[in-house]
Protein backbone atom coordinates (compact mmCIF):
# COMPACT_ATOMS: atom_id res chain seq x y z
CA UNK A 1 0.00 0.00 0.00
CA UNK A 2 3.13 2.45 0.68
CA UNK A 3 2.77 3.06 -3.55
CA UNK A 4 -0.68 4.37 -3.29
CA UNK A 5 0.56 7.15 -0.31
CA UNK A 6 -0.05 10.54 -1.34
CA UNK A 7 3.87 11.56 -1.51
CA UNK A 8 4.30 8.62 -3.57
CA UNK A 9 2.49 9.74 -6.21
CA UNK A 10 1.59 13.39 -6.57
CA UNK A 11 3.52 16.43 -6.53
CA UNK A 12 1.80 18.49 -4.29
CA UNK A 13 3.76 21.69 -5.16
CA UNK A 14 1.91 21.53 -8.52
CA UNK A 15 -1.74 22.04 -7.63
CA UNK A 16 -3.62 25.02 -5.84
CA UNK A 17 -5.37 21.92 -4.13
CA UNK A 18 -2.29 21.22 -1.58
CA UNK A 19 -4.57 21.56 1.40
CA UNK A 20 -7.18 18.81 0.64
CA UNK A 21 -4.50 16.06 1.07
CA UNK A 22 -3.79 17.49 4.55
CA UNK A 23 -4.30 14.53 7.27
CA UNK A 24 -4.53 12.47 4.58
CA UNK A 25 -2.67 9.13 3.84
CA UNK A 26 -4.30 8.12 0.38
CA UNK A 27 -5.46 10.19 -2.22
CA UNK A 28 -9.18 9.07 -1.98
CA UNK A 29 -9.31 9.95 1.65
CA UNK A 30 -9.88 13.27 0.02
CA UNK A 31 -13.01 12.73 -2.46
CA UNK A 32 -15.67 13.62 1.05
CA UNK A 33 -13.66 16.96 1.19
CA UNK A 34 -13.98 18.24 -2.47
CA UNK A 35 -16.88 20.03 -2.56
CA UNK A 36 -16.83 22.17 0.96
CA UNK A 37 -12.89 22.80 -0.58
CA UNK A 38 -13.27 24.19 -3.94
CA UNK A 39 -16.28 26.37 -2.24
CA UNK A 40 -13.83 27.66 0.08
CA UNK A 41 -10.73 27.98 -2.12
CA UNK A 42 -13.06 29.46 -4.42
CA UNK A 43 -13.94 32.55 -2.24
CA UNK A 44 -10.54 33.27 -1.56
CA UNK A 45 -8.80 33.65 -4.80
CA UNK A 46 -7.58 36.27 -5.83
CA UNK A 47 -10.01 38.72 -7.65
CA UNK A 48 -7.06 40.24 -9.92
CA UNK A 49 -6.82 36.78 -11.45
CA UNK A 50 -9.78 34.82 -11.38
CA UNK A 51 -13.75 36.05 -11.38
CA UNK A 52 -16.81 33.96 -10.03
CA UNK A 53 -18.43 33.65 -13.82
CA UNK A 54 -21.87 31.80 -11.83
CA UNK A 55 -21.94 31.23 -8.39
CA UNK A 56 -19.71 29.00 -7.23
CA UNK A 57 -17.69 28.78 -10.12
CA UNK A 58 -14.01 30.44 -10.32
CA UNK A 59 -12.36 31.09 -13.88
CA UNK A 60 -8.93 32.66 -14.10
CA UNK A 61 -8.94 35.40 -16.57
CA UNK A 62 -6.11 34.17 -18.05
CA UNK A 63 -8.01 30.99 -19.60
CA UNK A 64 -9.74 30.34 -22.58
CA UNK A 65 -13.13 29.13 -22.23
CA UNK A 66 -15.48 28.03 -25.19
CA UNK A 67 -19.28 29.30 -25.36
CA UNK A 68 -20.57 26.01 -26.14
CA UNK A 69 -18.87 24.02 -22.84
CA UNK A 70 -20.89 23.35 -19.77
CA UNK A 71 -19.22 23.95 -16.58
CA UNK A 72 -21.31 22.46 -13.20
CA UNK A 73 -20.69 23.95 -9.64
CA UNK A 74 -18.60 23.91 -8.02
CA UNK A 75 -15.79 24.54 -10.08
CA UNK A 76 -12.08 26.21 -10.50
CA UNK A 77 -10.05 26.55 -13.63
CA UNK A 78 -7.12 27.91 -13.34
CA UNK A 79 -5.09 29.68 -15.23
CA UNK A 80 -4.05 29.75 -18.81
CA UNK A 81 -6.29 26.71 -18.88
CA UNK A 82 -8.36 25.97 -21.94
CA UNK A 83 -11.83 24.19 -22.17
CA UNK A 84 -12.55 23.60 -25.58
CA UNK A 85 -15.82 23.49 -27.34
CA UNK A 86 -18.37 21.06 -25.97
CA UNK A 87 -16.22 20.24 -23.28
CA UNK A 88 -17.91 19.00 -19.69
CA UNK A 89 -17.33 19.24 -16.43
CA UNK A 90 -19.42 18.04 -13.94
CA UNK A 91 -18.63 20.38 -10.81
CA UNK A 92 -16.64 19.02 -7.86
CA UNK A 93 -13.49 19.87 -10.00
CA UNK A 94 -10.39 21.90 -10.48
CA UNK A 95 -8.84 22.06 -13.88
CA UNK A 96 -5.11 23.30 -13.06
CA UNK A 97 -3.17 25.70 -14.44
CA UNK A 98 -2.27 24.57 -18.59
CA UNK A 99 -4.32 22.20 -18.70
CA UNK A 100 -6.79 21.60 -21.87
CA UNK A 101 -10.37 19.61 -21.53
CA UNK A 102 -12.37 18.83 -24.72
CA UNK A 103 -15.00 17.28 -25.46
CA UNK A 104 -14.29 13.15 -25.39
CA UNK A 105 -15.49 11.33 -28.91
CA UNK A 106 -15.98 7.66 -28.49
CA UNK A 107 -15.23 5.34 -31.52
Not at 85 to 96: D, E, K, P, Q
Amino acid sequence: MEKLEINNLLDLNQTIAVNIFKDCKYPWESIPKIKDFIINLGKSLDKEKFQEIEENIWVAKSAIVAKTACIQAPCIIDENAEIRHSAFIRGNAIIGKKCVVRKFFRT
